[in-house]
């Protein structure tokens, strides 16, 4: 099993920034592919961005292109969101997911609020 821990989440103004961190334990040789997902009140989880096992490759929805950045420190099992140019449309529940390397199985953290006042 994968654990997943997210933190940094907090109220900050628009056009402030913030950096989430996904720590890993367990059996973390087993994760390939992590990803950032967010579900603000009344709405459907939603993709936020995504890396490649090696860290070589990444995904962003439009909604955060040119604002987050995604990277994981492979060595110390972490993944992190550089969030800047936040806006109020950004609070949400933020969390951590990875992926099973060759497989469907995903793990969840249990997620980190980020709350952007206006």
């Known amino acids: 099993q994968v654990q997943l821990v997210e933190s940094g989440g907090g109220l900050v103004q628009a056009g402030g920034s913030l950096r989430l961190s996904c720590a890993a334990s367990?059996?973390?040789?087993?994760?390939?592919?992590m990803a950032w997902f967010r579900q603000a009140p009344g709405k459907e989880r939603e993709f936020v961005a995504a890396?490649?096992?090696?860290?070589?490759?990444?995904y962003y929805a439009d909604s955060v292109k040119g604002r987050f950045t995604i990277s994981r420190d492979n060595a110390k099992i972490t993944m992190h969101l550089q969030m800047n140019s936040l806006e109020p449309e950004d609070t949400a529940v933020y969390y951590c997911?990875?992926?099973?390397?060759?497989?469907?199985?995903?793990?969840w953290g249990q997620g980190t609020q980020v709350t952007v006042s206006s």
């Open positions: 890396i490649s096992g090696s860290g070589r490759t990444t």
């Open positions: 997911n990875a992926r099973r390397e060759y497989t469907n199985v995903n793990y």
């Open positions: 367990g059996r973390t040789f087993i994760i390939g592919p």
